[in-house]
């Protein structure tokens, strides 16, 4: 049976990753000798737009690379998982995003990102747009790795138009509380350090995180996934919380893991699951990611998701 494909929005950045496996991560001042230098295709935005891609969805991707190596390779690799490039725009004299990374034996990570044309995306690039481009039904889906004004822009541009809204605050950045437009966010998907830093804390204890997420509810968000590592997830909707144990997995490589969660959430989401079915999904999805290294590489697709699920739920009755 053939399933109809759904339209799913992506807004962010491309990244060539740099990853450099290491025994261990350097502390500030330490060096470290790596075994190994690979690159991979990343960047929240693109990394969201193939796990939505790969779940099953047809995604339209908004984004911006420079016109260098790395940028021809990232396009050139989007283009083979079919998403829609319309509106990944190449910008001329600029650097395409890289993101260096230090991968340990335990599969933690250290990532710092040089975002070059990822900041070249403007607001004037939703305003050119075309008009229909969001319809009733779609789903738009945004991390935090491009400016916050074009993010803003576009979250107005799909609630004006009916989409749904999916926001991953990744990394963080400052809300104007005078303009607080998380209320154009129907979903709202991040892990416990984002949720601290949201709410102006570095560290959160559990028994904050429960009024952070009432108040980030108070500023108008209606739907709150909280992605806890191998903790599992929490979702709060109607302010009701319930709490999701993880799927068993054996880390290798952690990057993207987040971004394979909110992609194949968004994907499920468009497909009608209740979000509470759609972020089971997508935790196994998560959870097949962690085992093989790099981001895009790493994310994987409907049918090994699936059989995944058939595996484990047999064996523990989920
Ligand atoms: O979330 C993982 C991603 O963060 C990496 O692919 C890297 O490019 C950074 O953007």
């Known amino acids: 049976m053939t399933r109809p494909r759904t339209k799913i929005i992506v807004l962010g950045s491309t990244n060539t990753d ?13 060096t470290v000798l790596g075994k190994s230098l690979t690159e991979f295709g990343g960047g929240k935005g693109a990394n969201q737009a193939v796990a939505a891609q790969r779940a099953g969805g047809q995604v339209i991707f908004i984004g911006a690379i420079g016109d260098d190596y790395f940028g021809l390779s990232r396009r050139a690799e989007l283009e083979f998982e079919r998403i829609d490039l319309t509106y990944l725009r190449t910008v001329p004299k600029v650097s395409s995003g890289v993101a260096l990374i230090l991968v340990d034996e335990h599969g933690e990570n250290m990532i710092g990102v040089a975002p070059g044309a990822n900041h070249q995306l403007m607001p004037t690039d939703i305003e050119r747009l075309p008009k229909d481009l969001f319809q009733p039904g779609d789903f738009f889906v945004a991390p935090w790795e491009t400016p916050t004004e074009t993010i803003r822009a576009a979250l107005q541009l799909a609630k004006n138009n009916g989409a749904t809204t999916i926001f991953n605050p990744a990394p963080v950045g400052a809300i ?8 154009l966010v129907d979903v709202l998907i991040l892990n416990e350090h984002e949720l601290g830093l949201l709410n102006g804390q570095s560290f959160v204890e559990a028994s904050q995180s429960l009024l952070m997420i009432t108040d980030l509810h108070d500023r108008g968000v209606l739907n709150i996934v909280v992605t806890l590592g191998d903790q599992g997830h929490l979702l709060s ?29 968004a994907c499920r989401l468009a497909e009608r699951a209740t979000l509470r079915d759609a972020a089971r999904w997508a935790s196994a999805a998560a959870a097949l990611a962690v085992t093989r290294p790099g981001a895009q590489a790493a994310i994987p697709t409907r049918d090994e998701v699936d059989l995944f699920l058939a595996r484990v739920g047999t064996m523990t009755g989920r």
């Open 176 to 183: 104007d509380p005078h303009d607080d437009w998380l209320g």
């Open 237 to 265: 909707q109607d302010r009701q919380m319930e709490m999701f144990p993880p799927f068993p997995a054996e880390a290798v490589d952690t990057v993207g893991a987040g971004d394979t969660f909110v992609g194949a959430l």
């Open 18 to 30: 740099l990853v450099l496996r290491t025994e261990h991560l350097p502390k500030p001042g330490q």
